[in-house]
């Protein structure tokens, strides 16, 4: 029972570790995606319609 | 528009991977590592998949866009397993294959269950929200599983020059796309430079498996502990 916890204790302690380093890579991203399986040609994002440039907020 | 740069990239990165099912195949190593090998001919497969559909319907059509991060998401999933299954070749000894399996199914749905709780607030596209944010974190759950693996092989005194070498160019596979993403988000200026070199990534690992695969034997040893004891 013990070892079943630790496994489970080591995957949670692997998902922090994992969104931490997510975290502090996307710091100062722009909503950009990480695609690393392949060598095609990355498309935009599915949620950018279109490639016009973002303007700023409209509460700004 | 995509230049010829782009296709000849995607075209050698494609070649790369049939290259390592072929070295695989050669050296009977296809079924030793057979889910690398099953990541490989999916990849494969998608990149045959993408350039029909990029053909068919254009690069900023939605069919290519929707086809390529489904894709890559199932793509990352595989990669996944493929990393898992190298813990069970450095802990075939231990006889942890279970708790292998259980680690892997408890970390997989912990992921998923995180990806869900980020994009629960979006009304719109939830399940596309769902499937990129997956992969996303998935690759970053990659990233700290090769570096456990390869501190596992350090630890464990592994010497099979193989599977020490799978081990370590994923590790560069996984940090060159870590490392090009963060400078990409750091330097935005610089933003092309960094997209330019984003598919050259994508041809590391291939060529790594099939040199791999074609150039050291199975029973090729070396002993990477050497490299983690500090000389007085």
């Known amino acids: 029972m013990s070892r079943k916890l630790t496994v489970v204790l080591l995957a949670m302690l692997v998902l922090v570790g994992a969104m931490s380093l997510k975290t502090v890579v996307v710091t100062h991203g722009d909503g950009s995606v990480i695609m690393a399986n392949g060598s095609a040609p990355q498309p935009p994002t599915p949620w950018k319609n279109g490639s016009a440039p973002q303007p700023p907020t409209p509460w700004k | 528009m995509l230049g010829p740069y782009e296709y000849v990239?995607?075209?050698?990165?494609?070649?790369?991977?049939?290259?390592?099912?072929?070295?695989?195949?050669?050296?009977?190593?296809?079924?030793?590592?057979?889910?690398?090998?099953?990541?490989?001919?999916?990849?494969?497969?998608?990149?045959?998949?993408?350039?029909?559909?990029?053909?068919?319907?254009g690069f900023t059509s939605k069919e290519y866009l929707y086809f390529y991060y489904y894709s890559d998401s199932l793509l990352t999933i595989a990669l996944y397993f493929a990393l898992v299954s190298l813990y069970s070749h450095i802990f075939a000894d231990l006889n942890a294959e279970r708790y292998i399996r259980l680690g892997t199914v408890i970390l997989l749905s912990g992921t998923a269950?995180?990806?869900?709780?980020?994009?629960?607030?979006?009304?719109?596209?939830?399940?596309?929200?769902?499937?990129?944010?997956?992969?996303?974190?998935?690759?970053?759950?990659?990233?700290?599983?090769?570096?456990?693996?390869w501190a596992a092989v350090l630890k464990m005194r592994e010497t099979r020059t193989q599977l020490i070498q799978l081990v370590l160019s994923m590790g560069v596979y996984f940090?060159?796309?870590?490392?090009?993403?963060?400078?990409?988000?750091?330097?935005?200026?610089?933003?092309?430079?960094?997209?330019?070199?984003?598919?050259?990534?994508?041809?590391?690992?291939?060529?790594s498996w099939a040199f791999t695969f074609w150039h050291v034997s199975e029973d090729a040893r070396t002993v990477p502990s050497r490299l983690a004891v500090v000389p007085r």
């Open chain 2, 9 to 57: 990239v995607w075209l050698l990165g494609t070649l790369l991977e049939c290259a390592v099912l072929v070295c695989a195949f050669k050296k009977n190593a296809l079924r030793r590592y057979v889910l690398l090998n099953v990541y490989m001919a999916a990849s494969v497969l998608f990149s045959i998949g993408r350039y029909n559909i990029l053909s068919h319907y």
């Open chain 2, 113 to 149: 269950l995180f990806s869900y709780a980020v994009v629960q607030q979006f009304s719109s596209k939830l399940v596309t929200h769902f499937v990129v944010e997956l992969s996303q974190n998935l690759y970053f759950v990659g990233l700290v599983l090769t570096y456990i693996l």
């Open chain 2, 175 to 207: 940090s060159l796309f870590a490392a090009n993403f963060a400078l990409q988000n750091l330097y935005h200026s610089r933003g092309s430079f960094f997209e330019f070199l984003t598919p050259l990534f994508g041809c590391f690992l291939p060529l």
